[in-house]
T-cell receptor
Framework: GESVGLHLPTLSVQEGDNSIINCAYS??????FIWYKQESGKGPQFIID?????DKRQGQRVTVLLNKTVKHLSLQIAATQPGDSAVYFC???????????FGAGTQVVVTP | GAGVSQSPSNKVTEKGKDVELRCDPI?????LYWYRQRLGQGLEFLIY????????KSGLPSDRFSAERTGESVSTLTIQRTQQEDSAVYLC????????????FGPGTRLTVL
């Protein structure tokens, strides 16, 4: 079936550098794409989303890019901090109820 | 303000026993979702509630799984005759009507079936 998946299972980044987390999706009909951050022992936390009719959206220190031509989604984190260490999931809303389909996740490790 | 809460935070049970997991959504959120997260994996959708009706039960893995919701408040997920493969973190999320793109997750219940 159609699914959302991630390219890199683990990303190690030095504190202060920029991070880029990638995600491939296959469901062309999805209306929203969302990035979640999950710290150990906690539930996922909404970071940022983007509608399918947009290419780019910026938040505080984060930018999400959507390339519908190649069905690719990315999350950029500027000036990565130790508190950014977590697992990051991309997800897509697959129906009008808000049902989320998640990728497998990328572990981001911030090193001093 | 209060977020989504779940109880218990941890549950250890023996194979074959029934378990009930509880979710208290954010007040006023009409939508409620249950997901399952196996160790080191992403979240799998289980069931969705709009109010107290469940228009989408497509993710429930077997008839041992059921869920109900009282009005627009608490929901319980029941797993009967638990199996070891049921071991996972069960996460609940809630959302406002018209803002389903932003779902708020609880901390989850870690279920271990021995």
């Amino acid at each position: 079936g159609e699914s959302v998946g991630l390219h890199l299972p683990t990303l190690s980044v030095q504190e202060g550098d920029n991070s880029i987390i990638n995600c491939a999706y296959s469901n062309s009909a999805s209306d929203y794409f969302i990035w979640y951050k999950q710290e150990s022992g906690k539930g996922p936390q909404f970071i940022i989303d983007i509608r399918s009719n947009m290419d780019k959206r910026q938040g505080q220190r984060v930018t999400v890019l959507l390339n519908k031509t190649v069905k690719h989604l990315s999350l950029q984190i500027a000036a990565t901090q130790p508190g950014d260490s977590a697992v990051y999931f991309c997800a897509e809303i697959t129906d009008s109820w808000g049902k989320l389909q998640f990728g497998a996740g990328t572990q981001v490790v911030v090193t001093p | 303000g209060a977020g989504v809460s779940q109880s218990p935070s941890n549950k250890v049970t023996e194979k074959g026993k029934d378990v009930e997991l509880r979710c208290d959504p954010i007040s006023g959120h009409t939508a409620l979702y249950w997901y399952r997260q196996r160790l080191g994996q992403g979240l799998e959708f289980l069931i969705y509630f709009q109010g107290n009706s469940a228009p989408d039960k497509s993710g429930l893995p077997s008839d041992r799984f059921s869920a109900e919701r009282t009005g627009e408040s608490v929901s319980t997920l029941t797993i009967q005759r638990t199996q070891q493969e049921d071991s996972a973190v069960y996460l609940c999320a809630s959302g406002r009507q018209g803002s389903y793109n932003e779902q708020f997750f609880g901390p989850g219940t870690r279920l271990t079936v021995l």
